[in-house]
């Protein structure tokens, strides 16, 4: 079993920063990707922005110059740091990783969320 848990989320003025964290914690061989992503009540859940074991990055055009996110591989976690908040940022983020679990031997593949974490960007 993999596990997430994430936190940073709260309550911040618009033009605020904020840092959310996750650490993943089981049996994994590998996490291919990690990232973050978010959700508003109504809507599908959105990608924020998401690493690679590789080191490659991707980001949505709507938080694009704004937030950065960075992964310790030897630490199984990610931090998201956001910038420029704005209202519309607001959401509960979720972590997500994607990967295997095993060894050397044998893998299977895993795709976790963490708990969600709440964002408020006030106006």
């Known amino acids: 079993q993999v596990q997430l848990v994430g936190f940073g989320g709260g309550l911040v003025q618009a033009g605020g920063s904020l840092r959310l964290s996750c650490t993943a914690s089981g049996s994994i061989f590998i996490i291919n990707a990690m990232g973050w992503y978010r959700q508003v009540p109504g809507k599908q859940r959105e990608l924020v922005a998401v690493?690679?074991?590789?080191?490659?990055?991707n980001y949505a055009d709507s938080v694009k110059g704004r937030v950065t996110i960075s992964r310790d591989n030897g630490k199984n976690s990610v931090d998201l740091q956001m910038n420029s908040l704005k209202p519309e940022d607001t959401a509960v983020y979720y972590c997500?990783?994607?990967?295997?679990?095993?060894?050397?031997?044998?893998?299977?593949?895993?795709?976790?969320w963490g708990q969600g974490t709440q964002v408020t960007v006030s106006s």
């Open positions: 690493t690679t074991s590789g080191g490659s990055t």
């Open positions: 997500n990783a994607k990967g295997s679990i095993g060894d050397r031997y044998w893998q299977r593949t895993f795709d976790v």
